[in-house]
């Protein structure tokens, strides 16, 4: 595997990480704050990202790529509200989803089609999870600070998620 396809891809494996214990954070957070639905959401979340990771490890090692096991920066752990907590949510999508793109951009520079077709399950998953993260801010912002309808939300959020193809 070329140099700068290994790099980007350990760099990947700490995005992921980074991703899983972020949506960790927000899942305590959550559960601290009572919104039992929304943390929920979050630890599945979470879980979710450790697996991209580990397929990556996996994926490297297969290659016989040079796995590095990164430290990870702190999460954000405190929230102003609901909708900060989905924009933090979302905003961490779009950054994995251009970092990707990075990695595409370098299998197809440097011909390697394998690791180009492996990353396209990835592409996949994200064109998903940024329309989840965006249905559910959408659903966010038509509340406003309507505080039973953050109570419905909460309630509501697994089929959210599931109606989005993603739980
Ligand atoms: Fe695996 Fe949602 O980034």
């Known amino acids: 595997m070329h140099t700068s396809i290994e790099n980007l891809l350990n760099d990947q494996i700490k995005y992921e990480a980074q991703a899983s214990m972020q949506y960790l954070a927000m899942a305590s957070w959550a559960d601290s704050k009572g919104f039992s639905g929304v943390a929920n959401f979050f630890y599945s979340q979470s879980e979710e990202e450790r697996l991209h990771m580990t397929k990556l490890v996996k994926f490297v090692n297969e290659r016989g790529g040079n796995v590095i096991i990164p430290a990870l920066d702190l999460p954000s752990d405190t929230f102003a509200s609901l909708p900060s907590l989905f ?7 779009i950054f994995v989803t251009e970092q990707i793109n990075k990695i595409i951009f370098e299998c197809l520079d440097k011909k390697d089609y394998n690791v180009h077709n492996f990353m396209q399950w990835y592409v996949t998953e994200q064109l998903e999870e940024e329309a989840t ?3 559910l801010l959408d659903k966010l912002n038509i509340i406003g600070d309507d505080k039973s309808g953050y109570y419905l939300f909460d309630r509501d959020i697994e089929t959210f998620a599931a109606a989005e193809g993603n739980a």
């Open 133 to 135: 993260a965006r249905t």
């Open 87 to 93: 924009e933090k949510f979302l905003s961490s999508e």
